[in-house]
C-alpha cells in the first residue's frame, strides 16, 4: 500500500500566490466641495498620475490594450474603466455612472466636480428617490487591505459580481510602531540618568477593553473610516467582509459540522493549504524555493505512526518529498542540523502574526457591525476558494471581490487607486538630538501662501528649467518657492504663483496603477 508520504504527490499541489504589488498616504472634509477649489468642466484632472485614471479617452482602453471578450475564457472577468461616484445636489449618493456618461455631465453643465481624487460628481439637477443598491468587500491585510465596490446582477447562469471601483488601501503600522519603539527608547534613556525626579507613571496605566496596539487599531480605523468615504459617494447597503484568514474550525473537525456543510470537501481543503502557506510564507520548508508547485508533507510519516495533525504538516516541493519519501526528518537532515532545529522549532510555533490579523479583523468586524447594519463575515479559504473557482487573478482588491458567496464574478475594474496612509504630520515642534533633547524648533505655521504640505496641486511653468505641467503633492515653504512630488519625481523650487490647488491634504497619497492580468 502506498503511503501518503512516500508517493510522489501527497497532496494535490498547492501553487505558490504571487505577492501583491507593494506601494508607499483620513477624512476631514474642509468644504462642501472636497476639491477645495472646484474644477471646471473642461478640465480632465491628473490622469493616471494621481488616482483618476477613470477619465480617460472615450473608446480607449488603459495601457493601450483593448478588451477582447473572446479571448476570456468560461467564467474569467472581464475587465473595464472604473465607474465615477455620482452625487444628487443635496450630496446623496447615486448610482455610479461610467467615465463617459461623467463626462458628458460636466460639458452639458448639468454637473460639477465633488472631489478630484476620487473622482465624484455631483448633479445639479436631480435629487435621490429610488437607487439601486451596490455592495462592499473587504480583504483586511496585515499591510494591505483590498476594498471592492460591485454590485450583483443577475444573469442567465445565476447571479454575478460587476466590479465597479477598487481600491487598495496601503497602512502604515509597521511606521507606528517604530515611532512607539523610539519614544519608548528615548524615555527610558531619560528615566535612567541623573535629571530631576518624577513619579513612575507606569504602574497606574490601564487599557480598557477591547484594546488593541495602536499599530493595529490604526489598520481597523482607517479600513472603517473608507468604508464611510465610499458610503457617502455610493448607495452601500451590504459589506462583505474577511473576519479570519483561515477557519481553523473547518480544519480540525472530524465530524460532519451542523449547518456548516459548506465547509467539508473542496474548502476545508482550501483552509488547511491556506494555513501552512501563511504559516512557512509560501517556500518549500526543506529547500527553500519559492516560485514552484508545494505539497503539504508529513514531517513525522504515517506510515510510522504519523498523525494528520497541522502540528505534523509542512509544505515540500516536489523534488524534496521524493527524496524524504518515509524517511523521518531526523534522518533526512542528519547533515543539516540547524535546518533542522528550524523546522522542529517552527512546527510547534503559533501563527503569531496570523493571530494578530485574526484579532484585527474580528475588530474590524464589531466596529463595522456597530455602524452598519447588514455586514456579512467570510473567511480566507472561502475568498481563495472563489477566486480559483471563478479564474480570478490573485490582487488585494480582487480578493476583495471574491470575498463572501457568489457564483461567479463577471467584470472588474482595469485600474486600481492606490491609497497610502502618510498621516498629517507631527505634533512635536522640536527636532532632537541623539540623545532626546531638544535641538532644533520647527515653524508653527503649517500654510504658507495658502498652501499646506501635503496638498494635492498643479503647476504650470511657462518658462525656465522646470517648465511643463507638474501634479503631484507639495511641501511648502516660507520662501514661497515650493517642492512638488510627482509620480516622475521631486519638482524642486516652484514659484507659489504657478501653483493650483486641487485637493487639500487628507492623510494619504493617492497613486493608480493597473490591475493584475494574469492568474
Not at 446 to 473: C, E, N, W
Request: aromatic share 6%.
Amino acid at each position: 500500500m502506498t503511503t501518503f508520504s512516500s508517493c510522489k504527490k501527497t497532496h494535490p499541489a498547492v501553487l505558490p500566490q504571487q505577492r501583491a504589488l507593494e506601494s508607499a498616504g483620513a477624512d476631514t472634509p474642509g468644504s462642501r466641495d472636497e476639491t477645495a477649489c472646484g474644477l471646471p468642466a473642461t478640465e480632465p484632472g491628473t490622469g493616471s498620475e494621481h488616482g483618476r485614471g477613470e477619465i480617460l479617452l472615450e473608446g480607449t482602453h488603459p495601457a493601450g490594450r483593448h478588451p477582447d471578450p473572446a479571448s476570456a475564457g468560461k467564467g474569467a472577468a472581464r475587465e473595464g474603466h472604473p465607474t465615477v461616484f455620482v452625487l444628487d445636489k443635496h450630496h446623496q449618493p447615486l448610482m455610479p455612472c461610467t467615465p463617459v456618461r461623467a463626462r458628458k455631465l460636466l460639458r452639458q453643465g448639468r454637473a460639477v466636480v465633488h472631489r478630484h481624487t476620487p473622482f465624484v460628481i455631483r448633479l445639479k439637477d436631480r435629487t435621490a428617490s429610488e437607487v439601486e443598491s451596490v455592495e462592499l468587500g473587504i480583504d483586511p491585510g496585515s499591510r494591505f487591505t483590498g476594498i471592492a465596490v460591485f454590485r450583483t446582477v443577475e444573469e442567465s447562469e445565476g447571479t454575478a459580481r460587476h466590479g465597479l471601483f477598487a481600491v487598495e488601501l496601503s497602512h502604515r503600522g509597521v511606521a507606528i510602531r517604530d515611532k512607539l519603539t523610539s519614544r519608548a527608547a528615548l524615555r527610558r534613556g531619560r528615566r535612567g540618568r541623573n535629571l530631576r525626579y518624577r513619579a513612575p507613571r507606569f504602574n497606574n496605566r490601564t487599557r480598557p477593553e477591547g484594546w488593541l496596539a495602536p499599530s493595529l487599531q490604526h489598520r481597523v480605523d482607517t479600513t472603517t473610516a473608507w468604508v464611510g468615504r465610499l458610503a457617502r459617494w455610493a448607495p452601500i447597503r451590504t459589506v462583505h467582509v474577511e473576519r479570519v484568514a483561515f477557519d481553523t474550525h473547518a480544519m480540525s473537525a472530524g465530524k460532519p459540522l451542523s449547518g456548516a456543510q459548506y465547509q467539508h470537501g473542496t474548502l476545508q481543503g482550501m483552509e488547511l493549504r491556506e494555513y501552512l502557506l501563511a504559516k512557512w510564507n509560501r517556500t518549500c520548508a526543506y529547500c527553500g524555493a519559492t516560485g514552484v508547485p508545494l505539497n503539504i508533507e508529513h514531517v513525522h510519516p504515517r506510515s510510522r505512526g504519523g498523525s494528520d495533525r497541522l502540528s505534523n504538516l509542512v509544505l515540500a516541493c516536489v523534488p524534496c518529498n521524493e527524496r524524504k519519501g518515509n524517511k523521518l526528518v531526523e534522518d533526512f537532515l542528519r547533515r543539516r542540523p540547524a535546518l533542522l532545529a528550524k523546522i522542529l522549532r517552527q512546527m510547534k510555533a503559533p501563527l503569531q502574526d496570523a493571530a494578530a490579523m485574526n484579532a484585527t479583523r474580528c475588530a474590524l468586524v464589531r466596529m463595522l457591525e456597530s455602524t452598519r447594519r447588514d455586514v456579512r463575515s467570510a473567511s480566507g479559504g472561502r475568498t481563495r476558494w472563489n477566486r480559483q473557482r471563478t479564474t480570478t487573478p490573485k490582487s488585494h482588491t480582487l480578493d476583495a471581490l471574491c470575498v463572501g458567496v457568489l457564483e461567479s464574478v463577471a467584470h472588474h475594474p482595469a485600474k486600481v487607486l492606490v491609497v497610502t496612509a502618510t498621516g498629517r504630520g507631527t505634533y512635536r515642534r522640536t527636532t532632537p538630538d541623539r540623545y532626546g533633547f531638544p535641538r532644533l524648533t520647527m515653524p508653527r505655521t503649517k500654510q504658507h501662501f495658502g498652501y499646506a504640505t501635503g496638498d494635492l496641486v498643479r503647476a504650470s511653468v511657462p518658462t525656465g528649467k522646470k517648465q511643463g505641467i507638474h501634479t503631484g503633492r507639495v511641501a511648502v515653504r516660507a520662501t514661497g518657492n515650493f517642492n512638488i512630488k510627482t509620480c516622475h519625481g521631486l519638482v524642486q523650487g516652484v514659484h507659489h504663483r504657478h501653483i493650483r490647488l486641487l485637493q487639500r491634504a487628507d492623510g494619504y497619497a493617492y497613486t493608480s496603477r493597473m490591475e493584475t492580468t494574469h492568474a
